[in-house]
């Protein structure tokens, strides 16, 4: 642990092995990708969800599975408390949800209340034939009963401390560490 008391839990190449695994988990469990289709959580979710399409793509070939993007500003549950001012980035799911079988991808799992929202905003899409989850780290506290189908990593925590994903794409570095 470093002396602000942060310590690294995962560096790039953990995260690495972490969603090739998640996509042979994937691919297993769904006997290839008929009818499969990636979200990403704006925003990391998006990073996660675009390199385990690619690891999916270079396990099994036959095409480029369907991808989207979902941002849950507008179905948080703690947005009446006007606590913040939301901004808005975009919904974008440009394939018919109906009947697809769609995997939901984020960071980190901790409350379970931001997956709830990204299921609201996918079923105002239409009905998906189900939802699975898949997440980077599984950190625990839930509040509603959501579980992930698949983990990179779970990493057991007290509410004080904090689980940073810091991505290439947006913060110049792949590691995860938790600060407090």
């Known amino acids: ?3 602000n008391g942060t310590r690294q839990v995962m560096d790039a190449v953990g995260i690495h092995r972490a969603l090739v695994r998640i996509a042979h ?8 990708t008929e009818h499969l289709a990636l979200v990403g959580i704006r ?9 385990i399409r690619k690891a999916i ?13 979902v941002d849950i500003t507008l179905y948080r549950d703690d947005l009446d408390r006007g606590l913040q001012t939301p901004v808005v980035h975009g919904t974008d799911i440009p394939f018919a949800v109906e009947g697809k079988r769609i995997l939901l991808v984020d960071d980190v799992l901790f409350t ?15 009905r998906p034939q189900s939802i699975q989850l898949a997440v980077l780290v599984d950190r ?5 009963p959501i579980r992930a ?6 990493i ?10 810091r991505l290439a794409e947006s913060d110049g570095v792949d590691e995860v560490v938790i600060e407090g």
């Open 156 to 165: 057991p925590t007290s509410r004080r401390e904090q689980v940073q994903v």
């Open 43 to 51: 925003s990391r979710g998006v990073y996660l969800a675009q390199r």
């Open 57 to 69: 793509d270079e396990i099994e070939t036959g095409g480029s599975i369907p991808f989207g993007v």
């Open 112 to 126: 379970g209340r931001t997956i709830r929202a990204a299921m609201d905003a996918l079923v105002d899409f239409g």
């Open 140 to 144: 625990g506290h839930r509040e509603l």
């Open 149 to 154: 189908d698949y983990v990179g990593k779970n």
């Open 1 to 3: 642990m470093s002396a």
């Open 25 to 32: 988990e994937i691919l297993e469990h769904n006997k290839g």
